[in-house]
């Protein structure tokens, strides 16, 4: 790491120190060193060689469930064997210490909780569980897998053999209005938004940086690649988010 990166890493301590409240808004890029693919990055990306709309809409679940969980069901068993990474624990460290008050993340891969972070929103949902929308029968993850194994058509089935819906907001269906407003509300009262592996251009959530700017407070960026609040974050720390956490970490001592 670069004299330029500890001190950014140093800012950044400095910034969460001074804060009466910092919330972690996180996206993609958390989990990738996890293993757990991006959406859009060249040759690794979610929908490299998969068109979004053809596979992951409520329409397709509706009409072809099949389909769908053809796509979904190779998402369940990626998640089987995947664990936090040491940017999931230092952002649980941050909240057992004071110094985050929550978690708002955009992944569904349910990492963060596993981590032990405990005050969290997943505004997309979680792939922790799956539904029946029709009986609205919920069942875990490793029940879906059971279900979804012995499904001759590849399609997981609640008992009365209806076909589950997994606990994600799909394309073509809204964000939950308490998570979006529980989210937003933290964005506003926030000194400090910490701005973790996303790239802030999926709305609405894209909106909640903003939002803080608005009612006076800061945002600080830790993530790869250009976002569109470069030019107004206190800092920003451009490395791997594995290694910048653990030196504003280190920094915090």
Not at 21 to 45: C, K, N, Q, Y
Not at 94 to 120: I, M
């Amino acid at each position: 790491m670069t004299v330029a990166d500890r001190t950014a890493a140093a800012r950044l301590a400095a910034l969460l120190r001074a804060a009466r409240r910092t919330v972690a808004l996180t996206g993609a890029g958390i989990s990738v060193p996890s293993g757990i693919p991006d959406f859009r990055s060249p040759g690794t990306g979610l929908w490299e060689d998969v068109d979004p709309m053809a596979v992951a809409h409520i329409e397709v679940f509706r009409r072809d469930p099949e389909r769908f969980w053809h796509f979904y069901g190779d998402r369940f068993a990626r998640l089987q064997d995947k664990a936090p990474n040491r940017a999931h624990a230092a952002l649980a460290e941050l909240e057992r210490r004071g110094l985050v008050e929550a978690v708002v993340t955009q992944n569904v891969d349910g990492l963060h909780h596993e981590a032990g972070s405990t005050e969290l929103i997943e505004v997309h949902g979680s792939l922790a569980s799956a539904s029946c929308t029709r009986c609205g029968a919920r069942h875990e993850r490793d029940d879906v897998r059971a279900r979804l194994a012995a499904a001759p058509d590849g399609v997981p089935r609640c008992d009365a053999g209806h076909a589950l819906k997994p606990d994600v907001v799909l394309f073509g269906e809204l964000l939950p209005e308490a998570a979006l407003a529980s989210a937003s509300a933290l964005a506003a009262g926030a000194d400090l938004l910490l701005c973790v592996g996303s790239s802030l251009e999926v709305y609405p959530v894209a909106q909640l940086p903003r939002i803080t700017l608005a009612a006076g407070g800061a945002i600080a960026l830790v993530t790869k690649g250009p976002t569109p609040y470069d030019d107004e974050a206190a800092v920003k720390l451009g490395g791997d988010v594995v290694d910048e956490l653990d030196a504003v970490l280190a920094a915090l001592g």
